[in-house]
């Protein structure tokens, strides 16, 4: 059985601040960890993209500061990875997690604005104990 989203997060060596309302982590090491939806992908130019940020997000959830700020780190830097999530409904909002891929985390590569959303690249998975012991 796979632990609760928060105790995989842990795991990781990146506690969410708050098990509520947190959409991701920054590790000590700097490492910036998000939850991604499955549903929320597009590719563009041959490139898988996982929707990070969208302005509509801010009206109803108290995550949005702390996601706008795990983007200004990526975008200063610092390495980040999704944790893919997939949804019970996704139409309900607030959404519930039916599942995860405990066994890999996304690296991510560039981030794209597109109508005022921000997209991450999906690079090839890695396996969790990457982040543990990075080649």
Known sequence: MKPSISTHFENMQAPLTNVQWSWGAQRPDGKVILRAWQDRRRVIDGKTYRQLLNPDWQSNSAGFAERARHIE???AGAPGYMVILTAVDTTARPRRIQTYNSTVVVPIGELVEIEGQIWG???????????????
């Open 73 to 75: 780190l990526l975008r």
């Open 121 to 135: 690249e999906c690079l090839r998975p890695v396996p969790v104990e990457f982040l543990k012991n990075p080649a």
